[in-house]
C-alpha cells in the first residue's frame, strides 16, 4: 500500500540554525512527492514539489527538499530557520494509481516550532 | 483573486443533524476534493471530483455526499452528524499536473 511517514511529532530548533523535517515514503513506480505548510486555521499552502530530475528541488521561502530514492526519503531543509517558520508541515506523495486524479497521499504532519 | 472559498468556518451540529459544508473555486480548476484533518493523522480525503458530472469515494466516505452540479463548486453533504465527524474539514482543487490549493477550512463539532 502507498504510505508516507513522517517520524517526528515535533522539531524545535533555534532562529538561525538549520532546520530539516523528515518524511519516508512506500509507492510503487516513480514518486511524486510535495511538501505543503499549514499556519494556524489556515489550509495547506505548497511549498515544493519533486516530480523527477534534479534531487535537490528549491521551493518557496527558503526551503529545499532533497529526495534520495535509495533511502526512500524527502527531507525537508532550511539552511537558517525563522521564528516564521513555526506551522505544521505536510509531506505528501501522489498516488501512483491516479495520474488522472492529482489525489495526494498526506503524512502525519510535523509541528516545527522555531525559538527564537 | 479569491481562490477555494469554504463556508462557514465554524458550525456546531447535534447528533442526527444534517448540514451541506460549500466550496467553490475561481480557477476554473477541472479537480476537488474534500479532506478532513484531525490531530496527528494528517488529512484524509472523502471524495473527489475530475470534472462537472463526476464524483467519486476517497479513503473515508461513509457519512457524506457530494455533487459536483458545476465547475466552480463541490458541496460536501452531511446527513445524520455523529460525534465521529467532529473535524476540520478541507476543499482543495487543481488542474492536472499542478499543485493542490486549499480553502481555509470549516471547523465542525457534533454533539
Known amino acids: 500500500a502507498q504510505s508516507v511517514a513522517q517520524p517526528e511529532d515535533q522539531v524545535n530548533v533555534a532562529e538561525g540554525n538549520p532546520l530539516t523535517v523528515k518524511c519516508t515514503y512506500s509507492?510503487?513506480?516513480?514518486?511524486?512527492l510535495f511538501w505543503y505548510v499549514q499556519y494556524p486555521n489556515r489550509g495547506l499552502q505548497f511549498l515544493l514539489k519533486y516530480i523527477t530530475g534534479d534531487n535537490l528541488v528549491k521551493g518557496s521561502y527558503g526551503f529545499e527538499a532533497e529526495f534520495n530514492k535509495s533511502q526512500t526519503s524527502f527531507h525537508l531543509k532550511k539552511p537558517s530557520a525563522l521564528v516564521s517558520d513555526s506551522a505544521l508541515y505536510f509531506c505528501a506523495v501522489r498516488d501512483p494509481g491516479s495520474s488522472n486524479t492529482g489525489k495526494l497521499i498526506f503524512g502525519q504532519g510535523t509541528t516545527l516550532q522555531v525559538k527564537p | 483573486n479569491a481562490g477555494v472559498t469554504q463556508t462557514p468556518k465554524f458550525r456546531i451540529l447535534k447528533i442526527g443533524q444534517s448540514m451541506t459544508l460549500q466550496c467553490t473555486q475561481d480557477?476554473?480548476?477541472?479537480?476537488m476534493y474534500w479532506y478532513r484533518q484531525d490531530p496527528g493523522m494528517g488529512l484524509k480525503l472523502i471524495y473527489y471530483?475530475?470534472?462537472?458530472?463526476?464524483?467519486d469515494k476517497g479513503e473515508v466516505p461513509n457519512g457524506y455526499n457530494v455533487s459536483r452540479s458545476t465547475t466552480e463548486d463541490f458541496p460536501l453533504r452531511l446527513e445524520l452528524a455523529a460525534p465521529s465527524q467532529t473535524s476540520v474539514y478541507f476543499c482543495a482543487s487543481s488542474q492536472q499536473g499542478s499543485p493542490l490549493h486549499f480553502g481555509n477550512g470549516t471547523r465542525l463539532t457534533v454533539t
Open positions: 471530483s475530475v470534472g462537472a458530472g463526476i464524483t
Open positions: 509507492v510503487s513506480g516513480n514518486p511524486y
Open positions: 480557477m476554473n480548476h477541472n479537480y
